[in-house]
């Protein structure tokens, strides 16, 4: 049984940084693009970032550009978050897809982990 989990949320000042990481059991995380999503207090949960296979990426937030960087290796998948605003509070998500292609359709993600809080303080 394929399962992702996320680590590495918490709370930070704005400004701050804070590694997100999204460790996959039941299969290789090679097999996979992964998508970061989040979802903010009240609002529905939207697509961040994605990175293939090949480790090329989509950044679907424009908002998140020269901040948020995102990378893989063969058994976890990253996201760097750099000069957090609070408008950053969200609960963040990874999600795994085949084939290795990204999407903003999360309804095309097969696999999601549970989420991690992050708390961006003003």
């Known amino acids: 049984q394929v399962q992702l989990v996320e680590s590495g949320g918490g709370s930070v000042q704005r400004g701050g940084s804070m590694r997100l990481s999204c460790t996959i059991t039941?299969?290789?995380?090679?097999?996979?693009?992964i998508g970061w999503f989040r979802q903010a207090p009240g609002k529905g949960r939207e697509v961040v970032l994605c990175?293939?296979?090949?480790?090329?990426v989509t950044i679907y937030d424009d908002s998140v550009k020269g901040r948020f960087t995102i990378s893989r290796n063969s058994a976890t998948a990253y996201l760097q978050m750099d000069n957090l605003k609070p408008e950053g509070t969200a609960v963040y998500y990874c999600?795994?897809?085949?084939?290795?292609?990204?999407?903003?359709?999360?309804?095309?993600?097969?696999?999601w982990g549970p989420g991690t809080q992050v708390a961006v303080a003003s």
């Open positions: 999600a795994a897809r085949q084939p290795y292609l990204c999407s903003d359709g999360q309804s095309l993600y097969r696999f």
């Open positions: 039941g299969d290789g995380l090679d097999y996979y693009a």
């Open positions: 990175i293939t296979r090949q480790s090329e």
